[in-house]
């Protein structure tokens, strides 16, 4: 990878194909290209009016200023250009498709960001008296209570602020467990080897070792594997159903009962309960604790590094163990924090306040529009669409697997053998279809994976377009035709980067032609 005259990044393959057209200011029609803010500064330039700052003392003792201090200089409509069209380079959920397994990138209905932004919820504060954000309250507590409904779990807590954070409040009630039965000797937790990879991390975090469990053939979890390693020293099992494979752990009722037996407990990321919400209670199937990605189950915005939420279910096993904060309603009606945890076993806090309120109003909102029939069709029509894209791409594709899935449907690059062709140019070659690419290389345990999660958002209009890509392109693959492959992505903004030595040799920093006077100095 190198700089341009503007400093900004090229690619190795950047205007080395001459069937795309290079313009005098390299925008490609409606297309822009935008410098970085740094290069439309322009000195005294802003796009607002201050009144003048009056002469104050320093404070700064014998620290002097010298000179600028490198913030750009632009006014109004040269910073609303500026992240308009930078916005208009990012590919989202609005935008189309999003197949990105294991991600569950699904629409957002407008009516839960409707609901979160009424003045009530919007603009509550963590500090108000409880008697001022009796609605809020309300409604936690009705979000709770549908969570519980859903698992038929016996207790929840909505603060964690994410799935992995969800997953270290599981395992850490599942150690105050162990502690409050002065059960020292556990020491290890089990994990499938297509877990996701913040199971193994979560474990280790709270202090566990962690013991992988390999897959059998058909990718679920080796149940004789896993009762070997079963034994005294065995905290707890860390599984997803349905699997990162896309499929349903078919012993998991057995799994459930060896984990029991040796006295250790069983926790479910529950990632992926999107793929059998309505159909089937975790409770049910003798899981004690499982994270719920509201992002992923329930309509609420996923990723950008805003607000998550990872509420997590107990079921009586682990319920005295729920940390606090948690809402309760007492008997006048009225709705109350328990801010402390008492004299029982309950290890305290995961976090400052009560969670993330907007998240709470769109899961809500999400479930009370569907209602229980609704929920339990969110879940049939994730798997439908799965199931169709395994049945429509099988014959150009490899499946990994025999037999039905659940929400995703896996594939290896088998069918590239021979080709020339990588995972890897297939999802640079449909970014120039328009379609993001679906998850590669993970789960670990297929060689070259093509993970694939339509959501039941998706119409089946939106999902032969997306087949009638990826089949174009299989079939391209086996003609031979790689140069084509290794070319791609042609039509985006940047062409491919060099992504060894961009690993190796990162640019982290804008570094200006001219570097700026030191700012202050003693």
């Avoid at 200089?73 to 999003?98: C, F, M, W």
């Avoid at 994730?382 to 490899?398: E, G, I, S």
Wanted: hydrophobic share 40%; proline share 7%; net charge negative.
């Amino acid at each position: 990878m190198s700089m341009n005259n503007q400093g900004r990044p090229t690619s190795i393959a950047e205007g080395a194909d001459s069937a795309v057209p290079q313009t005098v200011t390299g925008n490609r029609g409606l297309q822009i290209e935008e410098p970085l803010i740094f290069e439309q500064d322009s000195a005294g330039r802003c796009g607002v009016d201050l009144p003048e700052v009056p002469a104050v003392g320093s404070r700064l003792g014998a620290v002097k200023p010298r000179g600028r201090i490198g913030l750009p200089g632009l006014a109004e409509p040269q910073v609303v250009r500026h992240y308009t069209r930078l916005s208009q380079k990012n590919y989202a959920i609005d935008s189309g498709l999003y197949p990105l397994g294991s991600c569950t990138m699904k629409h957002n209905p407008r009516l839960n960001e409707k609901m979160a932004r009424l003045p009530g919820f919007a603009d509550v504060h963590p500090l108000q008296p409880e008697s001022t954000v009796q609605g809020a309250l309300e409604l936690m507590a009705e979000l709770g209570r549908w969570l519980a409904t859903l698992t038929g779990m016996a207790a929840v807590t909505l603060a964690p602020a994410a799935g992995a954070h969800g997953e270290m409040c599981g395992i850490m009630a599942i150690r105050s467990a162990h502690d409050a039965k002065g059960d020292k000797g556990r020491t290890k937790i089990l994990v499938p080897e297509s877990a996701h990879g913040t199971n193994p991390a979560t474990a280790a975090a709270c202090g566990y070792a962690v013991e992988a469990i390999p897959a059998t053939e058909d990718g679920r979890v080796d149940l004789e594997a896993l009762k070997a390693k079963l034994g005294p020293d065995v905290a707890g099992l860390m599984l997803t159903n349905p699997n990162t494979c896309g499929l349903f752990e078919r012993d998991i009722i057995t799994i459930a009962e060896a984990v029991h037996a040796a006295g250790a407990y069983f926790y479910c990321d529950g990632a992926n309960f999107n793929a059998i919400v309505g159909r089937v209670r975790p409770a049910d199937l003798g899981i004690d604790v499982m994270h719920i990605n509201l992002h992923k189950t329930f309509s609420t915005p996923h990723g950008g590094g805003g607000p998550g939420s990872g509420p997590v279910v107990f079921a009586e096993s682990l319920a005295p163990f729920v940390p606090v904060p948690y809402v309760v309603q007492d008997k006048d009606g009225a709705f109350r924090l328990v801010e402390q945890a008492g004299d029982g076993p309950a290890f305290g806090r995961m976090k400052a306040f009560h969670g993330q309120m907007g998240m709470f109003v769109r899961a809500l909102a999400y479930m009370m529009s569907h209602g229980a029939d609704g929920l339990r069709q969110v879940a049939n029509d994730a798997v439908l669409n799965a199931n169709y894209l395994l049945a429509r791409l099988q014959d150009v594709m490899t499946p990994s697997f025999e037999g039905p899935c659940m929400h995703e449907c896996l594939f290896d690059d088998r069918f590239l053998k021979g080709t020339g062709v990588t995972t890897l140019d297939i999802a640079k070659a449909l970014i120039d279809e328009g379609f993001h690419p679906m998850t590669m290389y993970f789960p670990l345990v297929v060689h070259g994976a093509l993970l694939i999660e339509p959501t039941e958002t998706e119409s089946k209009a939106s999902l032969d377009q997306f087949v009638t890509a990826l089949r174009a392109l299989a079939e391209r693959a086996k003609s031979g035709d790689v140069a084509y492959f290794q070319g791609a992505p042609r039509l985006t903004p940047r062409r491919r980067l060099d992504e060894t030595a961009a690993a190796r040799k990162p640019v982290l920093r804008w570094t200006p032609a001219v570097e700026p006077e030191t700012v202050a100095a003693e």
